[in-house]
């Protein structure tokens, strides 16, 4: 694709930036992989030229070997023009439920009456998948319509789910009377999902049936993705779940990774908490660490100073993590409980340790890093030589010089010494 094409971005400007050569090229490659490729890339070209490439596209593939047809319906979505709709609708016709699926998502994105009566066609599609799908494409829409209301009797509960989660997308008056009510269905598909719309409203009591069915094991996994998707309202009923000894364990861990992708600092607290229980089993507890890893940049000082306690524990995956998180976070004032790991046995622990030395320590760690000069790990070899080159003395020559004999070394070890010799 040229690189002029691409700064001038898709869709900018008084007329639509057109499909670039190659691209229309390969729409009709011998290929499926390359004429997929190509459905995905004209997607993101909003033009009429895209959207009757795409449908000439979809109607020469015989059948969806190579995924094209459900590229070409999703590409037509993503060119949000009113003209895809008539292609999408053809589509609807499709054999391949998954095709008609990706159609009736893709009307969603498309504006118009003529995309609204085709979703309403896809709405009584004999396939529960693609009413779904439809009655969700509905409710990004934003109007109430017969179809959303039909698919609160539809004899399957993935479509009265998704007829419940259209209707609180479109503002319907009555939406929380019908998710009340629904709270007692016979499906605990629709159950759930009403809870969870309740529960993202700030309902207490539906964030507590989401709650006990994931206690009871009632349909555990479904209730936690819908409690998850409540975002940080849900979190003091995770944070009580995660805390309940009675939680089966892998459901516990199933709740915290819930907790890690909530924003906050009494998330965190929770995800330091449990690195730092010894009664957690020991999966759990590096699940926790390498979450609070990846939040370093949020956490606060104390919450830093918490993880440093891990520097003392038994596990060397822990300490491991541990050393990254102080790494990133400014380790300087931990240095005393950094530097005896040098020497730990597990190797990944003492390279840590070592970066840690590396970056905020200084000539007294001298001794560390010429010990290290012997490590079985070149990586950390390496290390050593690298920092000796940068804050070594004269006691550091007589073990690099045995490296600068090493062609694997020799660079790294040479430059140390004479960085040495240069400021005696």
């Known amino acids: 694709m040229a690189l002029a094409t691409l700064a001038a971005g898709p869709g900018r400007g008084a007329d639509p930036v057109q499909p670039p050569d190659d691209v229309l090229r390969a729409a009709q ?5 390359a004429r997929r490729k190509a ?25 969806d070997a190579y995924g094209v047809k459900a590229a070409c319906a999703d590409a037509l979505g993503r060119t949000a023009r009113p003209e895809a709709a008539a292609h999408l609708a053809g589509m609807l016709r499709d054999p391949d439920y998954w095709v008609r699926k990706r159609a009736a998502l893709a009307l969603g994105s498309i504006p ?25 494409a509905l409710g990004r829409r934003g109007k109430d319509t017969p179809a959303v209301r039909a698919a609160l009797d539809d004899p399957d509960d993935r479509v009265k789910a998704e007829g419940l989660s259209a209707l609180v997308a479109v503002g319907a008056a009555d939406a929380p009377e019908v998710l009340s009510a629904a709270l007692t269905a016979d499906a605990w598909r629709v159950r759930l999902r009403a809870a969870a719309l309740l529960a993202r409203e700030g309902d207490p009591a539906a964030t507590g049936v989401l709650a006990d069915a994931i206690r009871s094991g009632d349909h555990g996994h479904a209730a936690l993705r819908e409690l998850s998707a409540c975002g940080p309202g849900a979190f003091p009923a995770l944070a009580a779940l995660f805390r309940d000894p009675t939680v089966p364990g892998p459901e516990r861990g199933r709740v915290l990774d819930a907790v890690a992708a909530l924003p906050g600092d009494a998330p965190a607290d929770l995800l330091v908490d449990a690195a730092s229980d010894p009664a957690l089993p020991a999966a759990v507890r590096v699940r926790a660490v390498s979450a609070v890893y990846d939040r370093r940049g949020e956490l606060s000082e104390p919450q830093v100073a918490r993880t440093a306690g891990l520097l003392a524990d038994p596990d060397p995956n822990l300490v491991g993590v541990a050393l990254q998180v102080l790494l990133d976070r400014g380790g300087a004032p931990f240095l005393d409980q950094v530097a005896p790991l040098a020497n730990h046995p597990n190797p990944v622990v003492r390279h840590f340790a070592l970066r840690n030395l590396a970056r905020y320590g200084g000539p007294e760690h001298e001794a560390a890093f010429i010990r290290a000069l012997s490590d079985p790990k070149g990586v950390n070899v390496r290390l050593a030589m690298e920092t000796l080159e940068r804050i070594g003395t004269e006691r550091a020559l007589p073990a690099l010089a045995p490296l600068a004999r090493q062609r694997k070394f020799r660079r790294y070890a040479t430059a140390a010494m004479e960085a040495i010799e240069a400021r005696r």
């Open 29 to 33: 490659s011998a290929d499926g992989n």
């Open 112 to 136: 118009g009456s003529e995309a609204a009566a085709a979703l309403a066609v896809a709405a009584r599609d004999p396939d529960p998948r693609v009413r779904a799908a439809a009655v969700r």
């Open 39 to 63: 459905a995905e890339d004209l997607g993101s070209y909003p033009c009429p030229l895209a959207v009757e490439r795409l449908g000439r596209m979809y109607r020469a593939e015989e059948e």
